[in-house]
């Protein structure tokens, strides 16, 4: 039995693909550990894992005191500075010395290229790592977009202006965070490493983006390690159940749309009020019913408007299936549910890779996407219009990317590919040992 350690950070959202990747490891008879920040904890014991070592740092107090300068700028590297600057930095130290107790008896390490505390572990101890990223924004291509564009391009100009995007992208993303890691690890006597924020922190056994082919596919000019392994979907903790309620006002005869902006939207109130005011106002000039999941209750009006439901929390699994189209704010996780359930999107990014998840989402033609400030209610009801519209492409592209997304096991492939991972690494000890 293969002993395994899965560690991450971030929000649920972040955390619900590696549960999934840790019950279809523990089905195959693995023994699976997590190390995670508190906040985890709560949600792992829900879904039945006892064993989970603690790691320094909450995302969540790092939002309540930066939420300005984070959502309200509407730039991905903004947000990105002020991640690595106030909330990676400063816990990496701790957090290197956590996880190093945490690998004790360890066989294999689990973890996104961008915990960097991961990579020095598997330095220092020689455990081996294989990286797993929930998004393809940290693999440059210049077959894919990393920012909406003004203006649809023809292909050739098309993939200059993706390179020069990236390349800027790049030489941002090294500036903000190369030195200050790099000083952390040399402290511990590792080598420098270049581009940590896209492809330099990638593991070089094994790296795979867990997300559906179907939404991206694999690019030729990626590194030779990375496969995409399909997405991998958790979503419902142990005793969740529906209510009344949520069953009568989605079998109503009007049609539903779900608003939402992540998981760390109760966490930062305020911010996404106006979002979820033109959202109701919108739906319901189309003669539609909003239900919202996971606002802060004061972004909210409240008596809310009659067809309007709101709800601290919902399976987007459970609820996404059975409305019309829904609005996110373009996290990876809540972009797969939507494309699971093959209905259109309304992208509306916010910060990090959600500019790189809207673009995607037009891209492959399952939804549209606005920029928040320009996210008004005449707006909003034209683009609901368009994809609830009676042959609308984007509702049929949804529902062949749904058909496509059914079709796969993201978690049975990823976990295939790291016992294969493992199995090598074996295979590569024996060797040197010979």
Sequence with gaps: MTRILITTFGSSGDLNPFIALGLGLRARGHDVVYAVEDTFEPVLTAAGFTT?????????????????????????????????????VPTLPAKIEE????????????????HFAASAVSELT????????????????????????PIPLPGPLRRLANRAQWG??????????????????????????????TTGNLSSRFTAI????????PQPDWPPQVRITGFCFWDTPNGWSESEEITAFLDGSKPVIAVSAGS????????????????????????????????????????????????????????????????????????????????PALVVPWAFDQ????????????????????????????????????????????????????QEDGVGTLCEALESCYEQSLSHAGESHG
């Design 355 to 406: 500019f790189f998840t809207a673009a995607q989402v037009e891209q492959i033609g399952a939804g549209r996407w606005l920029w928040h400030r320009a996210y008004t209610r005449e707006r909003v009801a034209r683009t609901l219009h368009t994809l609830l519209m009676s042959g609308s492409s984007s509702a049929a592209r949804a529902r062949a990317v749904a058909h496509g997304i059914a």
């Design 210 to 217: 867990a997300v559906s082919p179907a939404f991206v596919r």
């Design 52 to 88: 989970a070592h603690h790691l320094s740092g909450n995302v969540n107090t790092l939002l309540q005191r930066y939420t300005p300068e984070i959502y309200r700028s509407g730039l991905p590297f903004t947000s990105t500075d002020i991640i690595i600057g106030k909330y990676v």
């Design 99 to 114: 996880l190093r107790a945490a690998c004790a008896g360890v066989d294999l390490m689990v973890a996104p290229s961008q």
């Design 168 to 197: 800027v992208g790049e030489m941002v993303l090294r500036s903000i965070a190369d030195k200050p890691i790099n000083s952390i690890r040399a402290g511990y006597g590792l080598p420098p490493r270049r581009d940590q924020l």
């Design 126 to 149: 020689g455990i081996p790592l294989a990286t797993v990223n929930l998004s393809p924004v940290s693999f440059p291509s210049a077959h894919l977009v990393p920012h909406p564009l």
């Design 264 to 343: 760390t939207s109760m966490q930062i109130p305020g911010v996404f009020e106006r979002f979820y005011r033109v959202s109701i106002e919108a739906i319901q000039c189309l003669g539609g019913r909003a239900l919202i999941i996971g606002a802060d209750p004061g972004s909210l009006l409240y008596p809310l408007p009659e067809d309007v439901l709101s709800l601290p929390f919902a399976p987007f699994s459970q609820i996404y299936p059975r409305c019309s189209a829904v609005i996110h704010h373009g996290g990876i996780g809540t972009t797969a549910q939507a494309l699971r359930a093959g209905v």
